[in-house]
């Protein structure tokens, strides 16, 4: 059907249709129920699944009370991630938000390319540690961390900042979540072209790609495309040095950093 073929079966003006399509809105269940029978779909499982996505979509997450201070694409991705169940990520230059600690998370918000009053880093500092609570969760997503040498060899946050930061990977790389690092020996691979993460989901809902870029952040959710990108992590983790060299790495950058 087309948007106006739709709009005139469920007696709606069209521009209703486009909003939900395009995320502006969110349908209230409702709504998502006569969509369903309009669209055919009658398997009662499918039905239960989307109507109970209808449902929890109207219930605001912990981060809208942070929308002051985060970008409406920003918002939709903590959404979404704390909705995977799976995270693959990869990072080129700095440790993943998920990994980070509260000290390290405060020197990157400090250091980047808006400038922002003290209230604000701190605020986006909540929103960052907040974040990782879904490691703690009973249903809690497999994190899969790969990052290139630069990113624990960078003192961001200076020597002290840094030897936290390192001990704490080595503290929750363990059960659940996997930490790689690139070597500098391993020269190109595909991750140069920058960092990139990969949501899996449970159900029908496919797999999705999101990147942040200076200019905004960047979703990719065609089948294809996405898969280009778990493709390329695939090559990622064989290029990687294993969990336990990575530990050996991590130990022997924090060695460094205490002689230094």
Do not use: C
Request: aromatic share 8%; no cysteine.
């Amino acid at each position: 059907m087309t948007q106006q073929q739709a709009a005139a079966e469920l007696d709606w003006h069209h521009t209703k249709i486009f909003r939900i399509e395009s995320g502006r809105t969110g349908p209230h269940p409702n709504d998502v129920r006569r969509m369903l029978e309009v669209y055919g779909l009658h398997d009662e499982a499918d039905r239960e699944a989307l109507l109970s996505l209808a449902k929890e979509a109207r219930q605001r997450g912990w981060w809208y009370s942070y929308r002051d201070v985060l970008p409406s694409q920003y918002e939709f991705y903590i959404g979404m991630e704390s909705q995977a169940t799976s995270i693959d990520v990869f990072e080129l230059a700095v440790v993943h938000g998920l990994l980070q600690t509260e000290d390290y998370a405060r020197a990157l918000i400090r250091s980047g390319p808006l400038e922002l009053d003290p209230q604000e880093i701190e605020r986006r500092v909540e929103v960052r540690t907040t974040r990782q609570e879904i490691l703690a969760r009973p249903d809690r997503p497999q994190l899969w961390a790969i990052m290139d040498e630069a990113a624990i060899r960078r003192p961001v946050g200076g020597a002290t900042t840094m030897v936290a930061q390192l001990k704490h990977l080595l503290e929750v790389a363990h059960g659940k979540t996997t930490v790689q690092v690139i070597p500098y020996s391993a020269g190109a691979h595909p991750g140069t072209t920058g960092p990139f993460t990969v949501l899996a989901f449970e159900g029908a809902e496919g797999d999705m790609v999101y990147m942040e870029t200076i200019n905004g952040n960047l979703w990719v959710d065609k089948a294809d495309e996405v898969r280009r990108f778990t493709t390329a992590f695939d090559h990622l983790r064989a290029v990687a040095l294993s969990p336990d060299d990575t530990r050996a790495m991590l130990n022997a950058a924090l060695n460094d950093l205490k002689r230094s």
